[in-house]
């Protein structure tokens, strides 16, 4: 599938001996939102080896890697298509908004790509199937109406526990201990969003977006992340004490949560820009992924 882009050149140079088209078309490509998109497939993947306790079925693995590309790149797209308006006025470079890809383009790739996710899944079984389906309607969700409501972030409290339930499920691996994961990923969604929303806090608001950071404000919010990803560390650990855990697998992932927390924080401190707000987002990011995977393989 190829991304339908403008006809008009970027004033970026190619490269010797490369076509001008290919820098458009890369910057087109950016409407899937490449790094939450192939975070979530690695995450997805790392999950079904953990669940499986070894390589899981290699036919049933790309098809639960198929979905998840699917469902990303659709809720990406959604965001960037429902956002154009916004993004024309304080992101200009993204693909809608330079007219690299238009607008009705971007809204059919959505669906094709909220198709194929969904065929897919049809695959995956009943549970593997309506646990797929929760998850892209969270984003979906989020991307058309509540980004701009008091209830922006229970999409991401809801869909971040999903994840590893529908790994599980799909994987016909499920254990009660999971259910854990509900208190868990939503204490991690809700530090998520905060982090993701906040370099933008600015000027989203002042172009009528209204969201639950938009609402408390830039250090309640930046407080609020930090509280509920402490309190998510907090709560595994204390875990420990009903679950019995494997602590060679379990305190390195601990330790990798706390040490980014301890950068998200310090380097805000340090220097309160856009860069750190996003470098703080991305730290809490990939510790939620490795802290996730490493409780779930000591946990299961």
């Known amino acids: ?53 070894g390589a899981p079925d290699g036919g049933l693995l790309v098809r639960m890697l198929a979905v998840m590309f699917c469902a990303q790149c659709a809720i990406g797209v959604t965001n960037d298509y429902f956002d154009r308006e916004l993004d024309a006025a304080t992101k200009p470079w993204k693909p809608i908004a330079a007219g690299i890809v238009r607008p009705s383009a971007a809204l059919l790739l959505a669906a094709a790509f909220a198709i194929a996710a969904t065929t897919v899944a049809a695959t995956l079984g009943v549970g593997g199937f309506m646990l797929a389906m929760l998850g ?10 509540l980004k701009r409501t008091v209830a922006s972030a229970l999409p991401y409290m809801v869909a971040i526990p999903v994840l590893p339930l529908w790994v599980w499920v799909t994987l016909g691996e499920w254990q009660p201990v999971l259910w854990w994961l509900l208190p868990l990923g939503a204490l991690l969604g809700l530090a998520l969003h905060l ?4 370099p933008d806090l600015d ?9 639950l950071a938009h609402r408390l404000g830039a250090a309640r919010s930046m407080l609020l992340a930090w509280s509920s990803f402490a309190a998510a560390l907090a709560a595994s650990a204390i875990l420990s004490l009903v679950i019995d855990y494997e602590l060679r697998i379990y305190v390195p992932a601990l330790g990798v949560g706390a040490g980014a927390l301890t950068i998200s924080a310090g380097v805000y401190a340090a220097r309160r820009d856009g860069f750190t707000l996003q470098l703080g987002f991305g730290a809490l990011s990939l510790a939620s992924a490795v802290l996730a995977v490493g409780w779930l393989a000591a946990a299961t």
């Open 203 to 211: 000027d989203d608001r002042a172009h009528g977006v209204a969201g």
């Open 136 to 145: 892209m309607t969270c984003g979906l969700a989020y991307d058309v109406r």
């Open 1 to 53: 599938m190829t991304l339908p882009v403008a006809t008009h050149q970027d004033t970026i140079p190619a490269p010797a001996g490369k076509s001008v088209r290919a820098t458009p078309i890369f910057r087109a490509a950016r409407i899937i939102h490449p790094f939450p998109t192939l975070l979530n497939v690695a995450a997805t993947a790392g999950l079904a080896f953990v669940a499986a306790g």
């Open 195 to 198: 982090a993701n929303t906040l």
